[in-house]
């Protein structure tokens, strides 16, 4: 790592320090071990990530995932692209993981080429915009190939100009849904 990083990291985290040095030797051996570069900015939350939880607890949620139909390479390519993955409760994984795969049919591959979308609130954002799709496929609006991940990901107002303001003249109640859906 960087030396700045290092700085960087304790003047972020300072409760960090208290975490000890055994500790600390054993979560970068393990994110060594998982590949990641320690130049990477990706590195700083890994290692944030894995100190903040216990061996135990990060052991579970790595079962979690296996349990979801994740291999070991799987999980290690999910935690290497989105290291915030293993902060999310047990809950929320299995959640998010169970509607990705009922209602897009995504396979653990497909959700860890997005892994973002699993930190994002199945009620505020997933659901809302899935419903507006939907409604859009269903009236011949949209094509059939939409990129799930790409709808999830991209901001509020470029979601809204794209898909709900946009086909306001085609589908009027698209709008009143969407807010329904969210909750506004």
Same mark, same amino acid.
């Given at each position: 790592? @960087? !030396?700045?990083?290092? /700085?960087?990291?304790?003047? @972020? ?9 055994? @500790? ?11 590949? #990641? ?5 990706? %590195? ?11 061996? /135990? ?8 995932? =296996? ?6 390479? !799987? ?7 989105? $290291? ?10 299995? =959640?998010?993981?169970? #509607? #990705? ?6 396979? /653990? ?15 505020? @954002?997933?659901? $809302? ?8 496929? /269903? ?7 939409? *990129? ?6 991209? *901001? ?10 946009? %086909?306001?003249? !085609? ?6 849904? %969407?807010?329904? !859906?969210?909750?506004?």
């Amino acid at each position: 790592m @960087r !030396e700045s990083d290092v /700085s960087m990291y304790f003047m @972020r985290y300072p409760h960090a320090l208290h975490g000890g040095h055994d @500790r600390f030797v054993e979560v970068v051996s393990e994110l060594k071990k998982m590949g #990641f570069d320690p130049l990477s900015r990706l %590195y700083i939350q890994a290692l944030h990530t894995m100190w903040g939880l216990s061996s /135990s607890n990060w052991q579970r949620k790595c079962d979690i995932y =296996k349990s979801l139909g994740w291999s070991e390479d !799987e999980l290690i390519k999910l935690i290497k692209k989105s $290291p915030v993955c293993m902060r999310l409760s047990e809950t929320k994984i299995r =959640k998010g993981v169970e #509607f #990705f795969m009922t209602h897009l049919g995504w396979d /653990s591959s497909v959700i860890s080429k997005y892994p973002q979308c699993l930190n994002f609130s199945l009620e505020k @954002r997933i659901i $809302p915009r899935y419903t507006v799709m939907q409604m859009l496929l /269903s009236n011949g609006l949209l094509k059939k190939d939409v *990129n799930w991940g790409k709808i999830f990901s991209i *901001n509020e107002k470029d979601f809204l100009n794209k898909f709900v303001n946009k %086909y306001e003249g !085609e589908a009027p109640k698209l709008m009143e849904v %969407y807010t329904k !859906e969210v909750g506004v």
